[in-house]
């Protein structure tokens, strides 16, 4: 079973930062999609961020300017640094990996646990 095993959640003031970390087995790292999502009471899981095995982002617009997504290859870890944070960025927060396995071609979708977020107003 493969684990993506995410930290750095926490409460945060208004206006504060943090930064989540992802780590992702190598395996899967190199070739797939890394991403972050958010759950919020009652809503369905958004997307985030996300950046490909070639780097390129994408971001949601009620975040764009206040987070970056960031991946660093020698680790194996995806980052989610989060500025500016607001009381509605208040969610819990998943890592996603997905893409294709070079040895197999099998499709992979991987989530973490989820860490929570809590900003105070």
């Known amino acids: 079973q493969v684990q993506l095993v995410e930290s750095g959640g926490g409460l945060v003031q208004a206006g504060g930062s943090l930064r989540l970390s992802c780590v992702v087995p190598?395996?899967?790292?190199?070739?797939?999609?890394m991403g972050w999502y958010r759950q919020r009471p009652g809503d369905q899981r958004e997307l985030v961020a996300s950046v490909d095995s070639g780097g390129s982002t994408n971001y949601a617009d009620s975040v764009k300017g206040r987070f970056a997504i960031s991946r660093d290859n020698a680790k194996n870890t995806v980052y989610l640094l989060m500025n500016s944070l607001k009381s509605a960025d208040t969610a819990v927060y998943y890592c996603?990996?997905?893409?294709?396995?070079?040895?197999?071609?099998?499709?992979?979708?991987?989530w973490g646990q989820g860490t929570q977020v809590t900003v105070s107003s």
């Open positions: 996603n990996a997905y893409g294709i396995l070079s040895t197999t071609l099998e499709v992979y979708d991987y």
């Open positions: 190598g395996s899967i790292f190199s070739s797939g999609t």
